[in-house]
Structure formats: C-alpha cells, structure tokens
C-alpha cells in the first residue's frame, strides 16, 4: 500500500485558514469515511486531532475541522495561531483492517 | 488516563532482530475494542503504520513489513511486543505504541490512535 500524498509543507499569517490535503484512492479514503488526523511537535507523540473524516476529540479546539471529497480528505485551521506550527499527518483505513500514513505535512506560522 | 510506554534496546546490530516491549497502564488491553499498534518513523520522516495486534492474538500487518514483523500480547502483564528481524540501518527509527480503537459499542467501525507513547528510539548499527 503506498502512503497517501500530502504537501511537504504550508504556511499561513496568525488568524488565516490553512487546508492541508490528503489524497489517496478508491482503496482507502474513497472508500471509507476511516480518515484520521494528528498533529506532531518536534520529539513529540502525535496528538489525535480528527477522526472519521470531520469529527473532533474533546479538547481538541474548534479551529480544526475537517472533511471529504472523493478520494482526497482535508485539514482546515482556522483563525491560525502560532501554537498551531507543527507537523500534521493523515492517516487512513485501506482494506483488510490495514492502515496507512500520509507523508506528512509541515505547518509554518509566519 | 491510559498511559503507553515503550522498552527495550537502543541499540541493535545488522542483521539482528530488534525487540520493543509496550506496557499499558490506566487500562486493560484486554478490551475487546482495541488494537494494540506499532508504528515507526524514521529520522526526519513521517510516519508508517507497522502493524497491531487485538487481545485475542489476532494480528494485521503492514505489507511491507510483514514477512520481519511478529507483533505479540501477554495479557497477564498488560504488554504488547514488537519483534523485527533481519534489521538494516534503514530499520533506524523511533518506535511508537498506540492504542488503536477499532469499533465502538454499536459496533460502528473507528480506526484511529487515541492513546501514544512517547517513543523510543532505535539505532540499527554494527
């Protein structure tokens, strides 16, 4: 399976919406509404951001949300504040309760 | 709160097999719910899912990896391990333990990492 595409990087001005794409196939994010997102400071874990395409964990802020089009999910941030420089990885259901990563992205605060 | 914590050798040579244990605090990994996940990322790189394991002894593994990975559970000690075999420098990597939830109580499909460790690093090198 290979890993979902997503940017090297973005940037984006403190209070600024920033989407982040994940694109895979009809065999993973086409398929299943299975679409997950982390964030990752740098020598840290990664933190569970979305799951299931759009739906957030409690503590997670409401500036994060996400969503599905075809075989290409997304990461929007809005109202874009410095804490939120990090690393954000897509990570989807393929088939055979098998899993797999994007390549990541790196979110710059400028 | 369930807490994560990986053990075991920073250091492992060519060829060798590398052995990383998990222990789960805060939480039973005998709940059937979850998969208990290795996931790796090599220096400066992203990550990439190696594979879980379910209480019962029911495994998934990365395709790729799959002919070098034996995941395990010991369910009387709370603990998961990870063996790798035949490791090169390019198996060089952190390696995290998660906890995956599969499914909830309707048994509506999930499939997401709830709880990490914070990670250990391994170093493939003679």
């Known amino acids: 399976q290979s890993a979902l595409t997503q940017p090297a990087s973005v940037s984006g001005s403190p209070g600024q919406s920033i989407t982040i794409s994940c694109t895979g196939s009809?065999?993973?994010?086409?398929?299943?509404?299975?679409v997950s997102w982390y964030q990752q400071y740098p020598g840290k874990a990664p933190k569970l951001m979305i799951f299931?395409?759009?739906k957030r964990p409690s503590g997670v802020s409401n500036r994060f949300s996400g969503s599905k089009s075809g075989n290409t999910a997304s990461l929007t941030i809005s109202g874009l504040q410095a804490e939120d420089e990090a690393d954000y990885y897509c990570?989807?259901?393929?088939?055979?309760?098998?899993?797999?990563f994007g390549g990541g992205t790196k979110l710059t605060v400028l | 709160q369930v807490q994560l914590q990986e053990s075991g050798p920073g250091l492992v040579e060519p060829s060798q097999t590398l052995s990383l244990t998990c222990t789960v605090s805060?939480?039973?990994?005998?709940?059937?719910?979850?998969?208990w996940s290795w996931i790796r990322q090599h220096p400066g790189k992203g990550l990439e899912w190696i594979g879980y394991?379910?209480?019962?002894?029911?495994?998934y593994y990365n395709p790729s990896l799959k002919s070098r990975i034996t995941i395990s559970v010991d369910t009387s000690k709370n603990q998961f391990s990870l063996k790798l075999s035949s490791v090169t420098a390019a198996d060089t990597a952190v390696f995290y333990c998660?906890?995956?939830?599969?499914?909830?109580?309707?048994?509506?499909?999930?499939?997401?990492?709830?709880?990490w460790g914070q990670g250990t690093l391994v170093t493939v090198s003679s």
């Open positions: 394991i379910h209480y019962s002894g029911t495994t």
């Open positions: 990570c989807s259901y393929v088939r055979s309760t098998t899993l797999v």
């Open positions: 998660a906890r995956a939830l599969a499914y909830d109580s309707s048994g509506y499909w999930k499939y997401y990492f709830d709880y």
């Open positions: 299931e395409v759009s």
């Open positions: 009809s065999s993973d994010v086409g398929s299943y509404d299975l």
């Open positions: 805060g939480g039973s990994i005998s709940s059937g719910a979850y998969y």
